[in-house]
């Protein structure tokens, strides 16, 4: 049969009396978009998307093979721990060297576990990770499809025949969708935005400048909500599919829970693992692109050249730094920001990258890091704390690290910002901006107006 002869590896897992079966198998190229549509009709709210820069790396995940949830402070740590257990039950492996397939881990965390919770982001806990039953990864490469299920002693039988069915139906369904290029769709549809009390923001942003000012913390990472309503459903295919195509620099991604869909375009890498080398982005200090090359290269010297932008990104780089040296070796760091471009906004870039420590996880970088100063602020806690008494904010996953691992302890996180959480006709974006000593609330504010510009382009429609 044809997908025993594309068969090529199972993992075993064994939990008490069950079972982590994963297998990998190699298909002909599919659309990615095609297969998570495909997955609306069984896996709906149990959806997942990634797509690194230059689609290096996409993910399609449907349905949960296994879950680990955990809530409060020390979330990272008991992710962890799940992982190791689910790691120290593999009984056979086969291994294969396609990174990304397999049973792999895909989730994120929370902002801040001790901020007050508010309906918006009901469906989404302090930690979540999913294996899912059906894993689309693809890479440069090929295709593959993992298939991951969770068996009982004694019905494996029963269980594979139904997923062989269901594996065979989704590819069936994923070739024959066909989608629009995403371009011309939805062109009827009109959306409203509504800025969520900007003076409230603004204030809170000079009351930060007061603060820094007296010495009570050096920056604060200030967000706010922008509040969409469309005059349909949001479509979440095309509106990631718009994403990828207008946002080729970022890392796209949209995760389902329940009926709510966070999804956005993030330029902004927190780290990366791949063996034992480690990549960090230090990404702070925002100007919009010129009309004209002229204006585009005028803007960049400006970046490049003002004093409050260098400061703003420089907390971004001696933290990064540090936390990178206190688990690396070979740290290295360029001397001077250059710049990132995408598509409306330019940013101050540094790159940090080093080699792991032994007991240095991807996990345990990810603790570190979160929030930088480019989200959160510097000091790290007392600007979590600032953030928690000054923004009238539940920011649930948005700025916060969202990405996947394999079972070889590789893997990528980003920081989910340029990002909103659909709820049927609605969408809450949210926008933030580092503030400093130097920091003016007008301007911003004004900064903060080139950020929503992502996602409000890939939602296509026209604005009432
Ligand atoms: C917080 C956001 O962006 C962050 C803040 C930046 C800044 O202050 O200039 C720039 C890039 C990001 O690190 C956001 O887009 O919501």
Not at 12 to 17: A, I
Not at 396 to 420: K, T
Request: with cysteine; hydrophobic share 40%.
């Amino acid at each position: 049969m044809v997908i025993a002869k594309e068969r090529e590896t199972e993992d075993v897992f064994e939990k008490k009396h069950q079972t982590l079966v994963s297998t990998v198998t190699q298909l002909a190229p599919i659309d990615p978009f095609s297969f998570f549509a495909a997955g609306a009709k069984h896996y709906r709210g149990k959806r997942f998307y990634w797509s690194d820069p230059g689609q290096e790396k996409v993910f399609v995940g449907l349905g949960i093979a296994h879950e680990i949830v955990a809530h409060g402070d020390d979330r990272f740590a008991k992710v962890e721990e799940e992982r190791k257990k689910l790691l120290n039950m593999i009984e056979t492996e086969t291994d294969l060297a396609i990174q990304g397939t397999g049973p792999l881990l895909f989730g994120g965390f929370s902002f801040d576990s001790q901020a007050a919770k508010t309906a918006l982001w009901r469906s989404f806990p302090d930690a979540s990770f999913v294996v899912p039953v059906f894993l689309l990864t693809v890479t440069r490469q090929g295709c593959w499809l993992t298939v991951n299920r969770l068996v009982q002693a004694g019905d494996h039988s029963i269980q594979e025949k139904w997923l062989e069915k269901e594996r065979e139906s989704l590819l069936r369904n994923a070739r024959a969708v066909v989608l629009s290029d995403g371009s011309a769709q939805s062109e009827n549809v009109r959306y409203a935005t509504t800025d969520v009390e900007p003076e409230a923001w603004k204030r809170a942003v000079a009351e930060a400048v007061d603060q820094i000012r007296n010495g009570e913390v050096d920056k604060v990472a200030l967000a706010r909500e922008i509040r969409v309503h469309a005059t349909e459903r949001i479509d979440v295919v095309r509106t990631l599919k718009r994403l990828c195509k207008q946002q080729k620099e970022s890392y796209v991604f949209a995760i389902e829970r329940g009926t709510d869909c966070f999804l956005g375009a993030s330029p902004e890498q927190l780290v990366k693992r791949d063996g034992n080398k480690l990549h960090a982005t230090c990404l702070a200090s925002s100007i919009g692109r010129g009309k004209t090359a002229e204006e585009d290269e005028r803007l960049g010297q400006r970046l490049l050249s003002d004093e409050k932008f260098i400061v703003e990104h420089q907390f971004v780089v001696d933290m990064i730094k540090s936390a990178m040296e206190a688990e690396c070796e070979d740290v290295s760091v360029p001397n001077e920001p250059s710049l990132f471009k995408t598509a409306y906004i330019q940013h101050l870039y540094t790159p940090v990258t080093g080699t792991a420590r032994r007991g240095t996880s991807l996990l345990s970088m990810v603790e570190k890091l979160h929030p930088t100063p480019a989200l959160g602020g510097y000091p790290q806690d007392v600007a979590v704390r600032k953030i928690r008494e000054m923004e009238k904010l539940d920011r649930g996953w948005y700025a916060s690290p969202l990405g996947w691992m394999d079972r070889h302890g590789n893997g990528e996180f980003i920081g989910a910002i340029r990002s909103g959480i659909v709820r049927g006709n609605e969408v809450s974006l949210f926008v933030g901006n580092g503030i400093v000593a130097d920091s003016d609330p007008e301007s911003e504010y004004e900064e903060t107006k080139l950020k929503p510009k992502p996602m409000l382009t890939a939602l296509g429609g026209k604005r009432s």
